[in-house]
């Protein structure tokens, strides 16, 4: 547990700070600004995919239907899998707590590697699917638009930063965070001693792992501590930093469904290839201290107490995590009667995973022809619909979304 509340209280301020963040971009940054440059088969979409999906603190699940919907709207296959790639692998808030646990030179490369890899996945699709056309738009109603003003925009990026994206990787940074306290304890201080000579052999040890496997770019900072402290070289933590947020089986199934096999091939090799050569690079061309030093100063005062500036940070976090938390697993309750009375109906939707689904389920619903007004419950998976759409047409939506439904 000492390790676990070490972890916390040297990530917590940099994690408010970076969820602060993480409100001000969703607030005051148009979506249209994104949209416009995506479109296209060439490098420039792919490079304005993943320069714009660096900075988002989008995790790996929350990515998938921000993804989905920039490609239904015109976004090009490249530039949707560079946005896929890039995206969670890092963001504002997983950048400032790699650097306060793991220190800077890892919080520099982490946006460079996904750059890198997001260029090469990305142009790698333009050029497997050569030939293909974008698929048809849909025309998007602006009745659902709102015009917010400053101080409404204000308090929507303190709810976004504070409660949704809390909700959406809370969970999983708490997961990270029991891990890497489970590895402090039960992993032997030898056991990675065995790849020191062949750091290849840990780095497709990673990555058989962590592709596959759920993990947000937060949450995979302090398994890479855990293990770095167990031995295991810089480049093989830089592997799971890499390819653990970038990929898992949903994006891998829905890459699968919505751009073929081309592009998942491309996605997943891309991934591969990049970290294990930003791997071999950090253990073989740069200095190890650079990667390691942090490491060691932080293993110097982990005796001593924490600052009570830190000890504030990790009991308001706790505190957002435990609502967070509550409000996500907990469904609003509905009277029944109500809805029937009101002539909404309810339609249970699968596959929801984060606040960024229940919103482009929303968002989806409320641009169908009839319907007045949607409402997407995430702890319930219930969406309640009015308007004169016939259930078809709302499930058909849902389903084009990448999500299944099913008339409750």
Not at 22 to 41: Q, S
Request: aromatic share 8%; hydrophobic share 50%; with cysteine.
């Amino acid at each position: 547990m000492q390790e676990i509340w070490m972890l916390i209280n040297e990530m917590s301020p940099y994690l408010l700070l970076g969820f602060g963040f993480a409100g001000l971009l969703h607030a005051f940054v148009p979506v249209a600004l994104y949209r416009r440059y995506l479109g296209g088969n060439d490098f420039r979409s792919v490079l304005w995919a993943a320069m714009i999906g660096i900075p988002l603190p989008l995790c790996s699940c929350g990515v998938i239907p921000t993804a989905m919907s920039l490609r239904k709207e015109g976004a090009s296959k490249g530039a949707t899998t560079s946005f896929l790639i890039a995206t969670p692998q890092t963001g504002v808030d997983s950048i400032l707590a790699t650097a306060s646990l793991l220190g800077i030179p890892f919080a520099i490369l982490r946006p460079v590697a996904a750059l890198a890899t997001a260029l090469l996945g990305g142009q790698a699709v333009n050029i497997a699917v050569r030939g293909d056309t974008p698929e048809n738009v849909c025309q998007r109603s602006e009745q659902s638009v709102e015009k917010l003003s400053f101080g409404q925009r204000c308090a929507e990026a303190l709810r976004y930063g504070y409660i949704g994206m809390v909700q959406d990787i809370g969970r999983w940074l708490a997961l990270g965070l029991v891990i890497a306290g489970l590895i402090t304890i039960f992993v032997p201080d030898d056991f990675f001693m065995c790849f020191a000579d062949t750091p290849i052999v840990s780095m497709l040890l990673m990555l058989a792992i962590s592709i596959p496997m759920y993990v947000c770019a937060t949450g995979s900072i302090p398994i890479a501590v855990a293990l770095m402290l167990k031995g295991i070289s810089p480049g093989a933590a830089l592997v799971l930093l890499m390819a653990g947020p970038a990929s898992n089986m949903a994006s891998i199934l829905v890459i699968r469904n919505v751009l073929g096999w081309k592009a998942l091939w491309c996605y997943l090799l891309s991934i591969t290839f990049g970290a294990v050569v930003f791997g071999l690079g950090v253990d073989y061309l740069l200095p190890r201290d650079w990667f390691t030093s942090h490491l060691v100063q932080s293993g110097i005062c982990c005796h001593e107490s924490p600052a009570l500036f830190n000890i504030l940070c990790s009991v308001v976090f706790g505190g957002l995590l435990m609502y967070a938390l509550i409000k996500r697993f907990i469904p609003t309750q509905n009277d029944q009667s109500n809805i029937q009375t009101m002539g909404k109906r309810q339609f249970k939707v699968e596959g929801m995973m984060c606040n960024h689904c229940r919103a482009n389920v929303e968002k989806t619903l409320r641009q169908i022809d009839g319907v007045t007004n949607a409402e997407v419950d995430l702890a319930s998976g219930i969406a309640t619909v009015e308007g004169s759409a016939s259930d078809e047409e709302i499930i058909k939506a849902i389903t084009e979304t990448g999500y299944s439904a099913t008339v409750k």
